[in-house]
């Protein structure tokens, strides 16, 4: 009988997290194990494989600790395209702003191509010095700002 493995599973462990039982590979073609893959090497060869579900991974691989490594994959998924992996880079920016605080300028310049209001320009307003924040962003992101700023000021 197949043993299932649980999405979410970060590579080296095993099942229920015993580090001694051996990481299960993820079957990137049939979308198994996506979110657990913290090996950017596994998601570049899934880019050159042309994967379906590689935008999922690049989702998964926000979770590594080294933002450097994470980025150049959601620039990728970011040039994709298919609008689906696109927003999947999307998401993956947002995570990675939300978790490192931090962007660089390659996915910044892709993200402007982007329509404004998603998931990555809340998070980076919300999690990233906004010093570092482009023109653009400021932009759609203050009359919100303002609008806050009235309503608690007029609230005391």
Aim: proline share 9%.
């Amino acid at each position: 009988m197949a043993r299932t493995v649980p999405l979410g599973l970060s590579s080296g462990h095993g099942v229920r997290g015993d580090p001694a039982a051996p990481a299960p590979s993820p079957r990137l073609g049939a979308g198994d194990g996506l979110i657990g893959v913290q090996d950017p090497a596994v998601v570049d060869a899934a880019f050159e494989r042309g994967e379906r579900h590689v935008g999922v991974a690049v989702i998964g691989l926000a979770l590594h600790p080294d933002p450097r490594a994470i980025l150049p994959r959601v620039a990728r998924a970011l040039r994709a395209t298919d609008p689906a992996r696109q927003h999947q880079g999307t998401v993956a920016l947002a995570h990675v702003a939300r978790l490192h605080r931090t962007v660089d300028r390659e996915c910044l310049a892709l993200l402007r191509a982007q329509p404004r209001g998603n998931e990555a320009d809340d998070d980076l307003w919300s999690f990233v010095p906004r010093r570092r924040l482009p023109w653009w962003l400021w932009r759609h992101q203050l009359p919100g700002l303002v609008k806050w700023c009235l309503f608690e000021r007029w609230r005391h």
